[in-house]
């Protein structure tokens, strides 16, 4: 019998296949169900000066911090409950983002869509009259050919090399489905790249991802992904309902490391030196010891 | 039954709601999620709110919990979809307000090096020119309201008529709230104009709480205060914990 191809990899493999100056997007909003083991990879491994598209979390302020990031494309980076991420916030104010383009979060979202659909631009209103066009001089307005005449802003694709995104369930073809209240916007970042990974929290057979879970939760076709990994907790400590939520407690000890250079050091050997597994005991034996 | 400051402030959110209709109102921050709950409870039914997340509330649950009826789904892109669609009325927060009516939540100081990073423009470039666009700044100072933001995320009259139609058929920047009084863009040539003081407040404390002229009419006068139906609803339904009294001291 013919089936599909198989593209169940590891971390390491998806990690592999990432490059230097690569542009990565990271779906996930905020501190919610982000790619966090994929992250953590690729904080751990030598690639550097990777372009990261992303409504910005944590995601955005470890890869920072570990001077991974030649260039960021955010609308927000937020952990929500903290609402600066602290680590982006220290990069910022050091100047250690060598390029940033700070979007409105409809334009960003208009920019991957002009990506997906292979299109110079898409037209928007957002963004006129405010500093987003001030402070990124290659954005430009587009007159309507229409007797309307209006001066709109032409929004740029933001095409990307590779998509990372966290799903709850996923076969091993590449078909994946969110269970939790939004599916934010990882079906885009998946068709404005090249090619998509994705992590999620259990592989199930095929007929698996529409038991008790209606046919809509299939937000993400093999056809736009590459290659899916399983990483249990893999989203930690963002959200990944109705798997678990966020780990507050665990973020509030991150950002409060994150404030002190030498609580950084102790956090940063005790969590991101180690491996996934490495990392999943470590935040166990952590949250033992509270 | 006197009512705080916070319930001033809650009311007069619940104003800045009350004509708007049918629409989806946006309230971030814990005031104008109590006043746009209470304008739905009184002034205005018909007004959809959700959790915040992604959900339309059916009911309206006091603050910090679930409603036990959901009308609809609101994902962030299907917001961004009202947002264009234009029936939504946002409540954003302001590090910066400046005299015409420009917002900032970016950063404070130069965007090459922020001498502060905050949260990015978020959607607000995007709401003020698409849809009505209010403020709410908790503690009105020399630091929130001046000359010129650093970093215009919200787009007041003067900038969005000057960037053409597209950006200022749809811009209505339509209240800012604050711990001392009620503003709103009506000064000349869209600059800021000081509608009420709440009570206990006078015209000159305002001024002095202000890094930037200040348009003040002749009729200016003082918040309301809340009825005896809205100060039981926020007491006893909405706020019961006076989380309120926690953003704007008694």
Known sequence: MTTPRDKRMTIDDVVAELKDGMTIGIGGWGPRRKPMALVRAIRRSGLQDLTIVSYGGADVGLLCQAGKVKRLVYAFVSLDTVPLEPLFQQARQNGTIPEVAELDEGMFQTGLRAAAQRLPFLPMRSGLGSDVLVNNPDIKTVTSPYDDGEDLVAVPPIKLDVALVHMNCADMHGNATYLGPDPYFDDLFCLAADRAFVSCEQMVDTAGLTVDSPVQRLLISRIMVSGVVETPNGAHFTTCTPDYERDEKFQRHYAKSAADPEAWAAFAERFLSVDEQGYQDAVRSWHEEQ | ?250
């Open chain 2, 1 to 250: 039954m006197d009512a705080t400051r916070a319930e001033v402030c809650a009311a007069a959110v619940a104003d800045a709601f009350k004509d708007d209709g049918e629409i989806f109102a946006s309230p971030m921050g814990l005031i104008p999620t109590l006043g746009a709950r209470l304008c739905k409870l009184t002034s205005n039914p018909d007004l959809l709110i959700s959790d915040g997340e992604s959900l339309f509330l059916g009911g309206v649950p006091p603050l910090g919990e679930k409603a036990d009826v959901v009308e609809g789904w609101i994902p962030f892109r299907r917001v961004f979809d009202v947002v264009a669609y234009g029936k939504r009325h946002v409540m954003m927060g302001a590090t910066q307000i400046d005299r015409h009516g420009n917002q900032n939540i970016s950063a404070i100081g130069d965007f090459a090096r922020p001498k502060r990073q905050l949260l990015g423009v978020r959607g607000a470039p995007g709401n003020t020119v698409n849809n009505r666009t209010s403020y709410w700044v908790p503690k009105h100072s020399t630091r929130t309201f001046i000359e010129q933001v650093d970093v215009v995320s919200g787009v007041g009259p003067a900038r969005a008529k000057e960037a053409g139609s597209a950006a200022s058929r749809f811009n209505d920047i339509h209240r800012v709230v604050t711990n001392l009084g009620v503003l709103d863009v009506g000064g000349e040539g869209g600059t800021l104009r000081l509608l009420s003081v709440h009570p206990g407040v006078t015209v000159d404390e305002v001024r002095e709480a202000s890094g930037c002229e200040i348009q003040v009419g002749a009729d200016v006068g003082e918040s309301r205060e809340p009825s005896m139906q809205e100060l039981i609803l926020i007491r006893e339904v909405l706020d019961p914990k006076s989380l309120r009294d926690r953003e704007v001291p008694a």
